[in-house]
């Protein structure tokens, strides 16, 4: 089984990075009967991404061949993207170092993922509302009511 989690520097003794799409590295342990048989760091391609972190980040784990990732948590582009391809994502506490977790994990001690804000909490979201309007539309019968007003335009027709 391989099982990819976020760090910072990478390793067995490194803790999990809170963050999966701008973790910097990325430590991939592989685990047969129970016991790791390798690990490996490799540096995250979506780290230093303006946009699309999370994506590319589940993107280069889908490549890797994981079938479980660890992180502090998941924002909702990296999420929807591992879920999916089938890859079981899984959280873990920041003080928990990557051997802690993926041991933990293979007890059966660590449960879903949590859920943070896409970025890791850099902003920049767009926000879809509901509109009320309901104003009288000014001139050329185009209201611009958008929550349901229907706009009596009191323009004049001209000749």
Known sequence: MRIIVSTVNGGLD???NPAFGRTPTFTIVDVENGAITSVQVVPN??????????VTAAQFAIDQGAEVVIAGQFGPNSSGVLQAAGIRMVSAPADMTVREAVEAFLRGELSGPVMGPEGGGMGGGYGAGYGRGRG???GMGRGRGAGGGMGRGRGWGGW
Do not use: E, I, T, W
């Open 45 to 54: 391609p979506g780290y230093s991404q303006p946009r699309g972190a999370g």
């Open 14 to 16: 490194d803790r999990v």
């Open 136 to 138: 009288m539309g000014r």
